[in-house]
């Protein structure tokens, strides 16, 4: 059987922990001076996929990565 083919935007925005997947969060990268001191602090920790979307993440990388 052939090997199967990650996902490769997925890839690069998950990455496999031992309980599941890890990933960033979004509106960080430009117009941060608009943005609040708070809301920029908060938006650099990283957040786990929900057990809901972990399903569809798996079938997108099929390996670690």
Not at 28 to 53: C, N, P, Y
């Amino acid at each position: 059987m052939p090997k199967l083919k990650s996902n490769r935007g997925a890839a690069k925005r998950f990455r496999r922990t031992a309980t599941g997947f890890k990933c960033g969060k979004v509106n960080r990268r430009h117009l941060l001076t608009a943005k609040s001191s708070k809301r920029k602090r908060q938006l650099r920790v990283g957040l786990m996929v929900r057990d809901e979307d972990r399903g569809r993440v798996e079938q997108m990388l099929p390996y670690d990565v």
